[in-house]
């Protein structure tokens, strides 16, 4: 491995001199020091990735199902589900939303409930009433999704009728069935596959408490004859399957004694194989936590190194505070890493050059070069290369995560006197993305061609995210690379070019699958054509500023919630009031302006004036918004990392540009 850190280091930046003097030069400074002083010993950055009460609750609740109570523990996650109650009861009139300053979500909301209930809280306490009031009042426990549902019954809340049938005998189907794992997107596969043999074996929590919730039922459960489904499930298709699973359900105890065993099998040696260490199945909390209860089921001992492994990564997402605890979703120290990279190269200097150089030569420690994950099942041919979202994930690398990896060495590789060793890393994720490109030009995150939609149709899937599509942000992403890499003539980058130009939406703007939402998405995209060839002349261009500058805030920045991703999951957004300003979503707004070529408009100042207007004193900017998304109107995310980065960069590039004796921006992020 090159040692990139054994440079010489280059002179500071020249935005750094007269710093005292130029309020954007401090800005820039203040932020990069910021991130200076937060980058781990071995050269990386991890920041806390926190979604909803959801997660917290369930790590709570399957510790009760094995019967583990954890006193203090458990009060400091009792603390932080009652801070974050308090904190939105003007907007979910007593429950929990997904994000902040949403809506009551009835599924997060039950799911704490219960951990609160389990905590010991007594259910006449007025916080808890408030809660079931504001439960009942949205319909009751009985129109929680799925996955909630499932929980429910293992509880024994409801039965298990409440849960569609996806029997582990699905292991065993051919390729061209219909139905078959390679079909659905990594997160389902990790997340269903273990859960099909604890819903076939229906265990029963310990619940050492005896906790019940039966008052927040409208209707007693075993009254109920129709359990919802999702809102983007539309006919033919929802009665088709609808009654099949009434058909899977009657016929549950007829299923062949050898095929369950050679099912369950089946599902044993997925998830084994795929166990990922202390990082865990999948990398991702719902995954690993079905991993314990298939391996519970199964009559897995819990000494036995696998049932020891699956407890460990559960545990490595156990977050801290002074006073609270909570459950992280996953880890993602490379997409932290690599954008920190990113925004450190464009403050420039010498302490930032260097800790890139730490980052990078830390990330090609994290390339993944052996394994042929499950991506592989649709390109048999194609040599693995890339990198993860989380610290190990080998069976799963991510597109998006490998094209900013491969921006940020490239970039980085282009201030070096000669060949720091990136060169072949380069190639190698160059290649396996070109060989992941879907048809039609695009790119899903983590496998090609993933576009089986009637299968989101299927009762399990109300969620609508049971696929994982090409996207407009993940393929801006990869446009970008093999732009900077001066490969946006090829083919593979015209047909990009085209799928996010049929992409963009009537009003100018791009959906954002993976950020909060058509912000992120437009500065995907616009960055992406920027630095594919596009003038700031074309009509793409314009119609994006034109929606940029529509939807800035009067104060100069730019907001948006998860309420402007459609209800019906289509790409249309719905009426809305802007949402408030955030610091992330305003340094978007402001890189995409820039991308447009745009660096001198009006807005482009006064969006930095907010941004400097607003950070503290130590560089960091406040920012309680989650500009993530897990799976749109189901889960979102609170990246606390973007609030650092994305402003650092806005801010330095506008800088940049100022200085410079060009307008345009010269790479592809």
């Known amino acids: 491995m090159p040692n990139l850190t054994a440079l010489p280091e280059r002179a500071p930046h020249a935005g750094h001199d007269g710093e005292q003097n130029d309020p954007l030069g401090q800005a820039v400074a203040a932020a990069a020091r910021h991130l200076l002083e937060r980058q781990r010993p071995d050269g990386h950055w991890v920041f806390e990735l926190e979604a909803d009460a959801t997660i917290p609750s369930e790590y709570l609740m399957l510790h009760h199902f094995f019967g583990h109570v954890q006193p203090e523990k458990e009060a400091r996650i009792g603390r932080y589900l009652r801070r974050i109650q308090q904190e939105q009861a003007a907007n979910t009139g007593g429950g929990w939303p997904l994000f902040h300053g949403g809506p009551l979500d009835i599924s997060c909301s039950v799911k704490a409930y219960l951990a609160l209930r389990l905590i010991g809280d007594a259910p006449d306490a007025p916080h808890m009433a408030a809660a079931r009031h504001a439960i009942l009042a949205a319909g009751g426990a009985e129109r929680s999704n799925v996955f909630t549902r499932a929980a429910l019954a293992l509880f024994g809340a409801v039965p298990w009728r409440a849960v569609p049938m996806m029997p582990p005998e699905i292991m065993l189907l051919p390729r061209w069935f219909p139905f078959h794992v390679s079909k659905i997107s990594y997160w389902a596969r990790t997340v269903l596959v273990p859960l099909t043999v604890v819903m076939a074996r229906r265990p029963a929590a310990q619940n050492p408490k005896g906790v019940t919730i039966d008052e927040l039922f409208g209707t007693p459960p075993e009254q109920v004859k129709d359990w919802p489904g999702g ?110 990279s990113h925004a450190l190269m464009e403050a420039g200097g010498a302490a930032e050059q260097q800790a890139v150089a730490r980052g990078l030569e830390w990330l090609l420690g994290r390339e993944i070069r052996e394994v042929r994950g499950d991506w592989s099942w649709n390109r048999p041919d194609l040599q693995p290369g890339g990198w993860a979202f989380q610290y190990e994930n080998a069976h799963y690398p991510d597109v998006d995560d490998t094209a900013v990896v491969v921006l940020a060495m ?61 996207t407009a942000d993940v393929s801006g992403r990869c446009l970008a690379m093999l732009a900077q890499l001066g490969r946006g003539d090829e083919a593979a980058s015209q ?142 995310l609170r990246y606390h990392g973007y609030r650092r980065i994305f402003p650092l960069w806005a801010l330095a590039r506008l800088r940049n540009l100022r200085a410079s004796n060009t307008k345009r921006v010269a790479y592809g992020l």
Not at 415 to 444: C, E
């Open 410 to 470: 490239d970039r980085f590789r282009g201030t070096l006197p000669g060949d720091a060793g990136l060169d072949g890393a380069i190639q190698r994720a160059t290649d396996w993305t070109l060989g992941m490109q879907s048809r039609g030009g695009g790119w899903g995150a983590f496998d090609a061609d993933n576009t089986f939609h009637y299968l989101n149709h299927i009762p399990f899937a109300d969620h609508g995210a049971l696929l994982d599509p090409p």
């Open 495 to 636: 047909a990009a070019i085209e799928y996010l130009l049929r992409e963009q939406e009537a009003d100018g703007a791009w959906y954002g699958r993976w950020g909060v939402n058509y912000i992120y998405g437009t500065w995907s995209a616009v960055t992406a054509l920027n630095a594919a060839g596009l003038p700031p002349e074309h009509d793409a261009m314009r119609r994006a500023v034109t929606w940029l500058l529509k939807h800035q805030n009067e104060d100069g920045g730019w907001g948006e919630d998860g309420m402007s991703y459609p209800a019906r999951g289509g790409t249309r957004p719905d009426p809305r009031q802007h949402a408030p300003s955030s610091a992330s979503q305003t340094a978007w707004g402001m890189l995409a302006l820039m991308a447009c070529g745009e660096a001198g408009h009006e807005a482009v100042q006064r969006a930095a004036e907010w941004l400097m207007a607003r950070q503290k004193a130590d560089g960091d900017w406040p920012e309680d918004d989650y500009t993530g998304t897990g799976f749109p109107r189901v889960f979102y």
């Open 231 to 340: 809102a983007h499930q539309a006919e033919p298709w929802a009665s088709l399957f609808k009654g099949l699973d009434g058909a899977l359900h009657r016929a549950r105890m007829l299923f062949p004694r050898t095929h369950r065993a050679r099912a369950e099998e089946a599902c044993e040696r997925f998830v084994t194989e795929r166990l990922n260490g202390e990082d865990g199945l999948g990398a991702i909390y719902p995954a690993m936590a079905n991993a314990v209860l298939m391996y519970h089921c199964l009559g897995v001992a819990q000494d036995d190194p696998r049932m020891v492994t699956a407890w460990a990564a559960i545990e490595k997402l156990v977050e801290e505070r002074e006073d609270e605890t909570y459950v992280q979703p996953c880890l993602s120290p490379i997409w932290d890493t690599a954008l920190v």
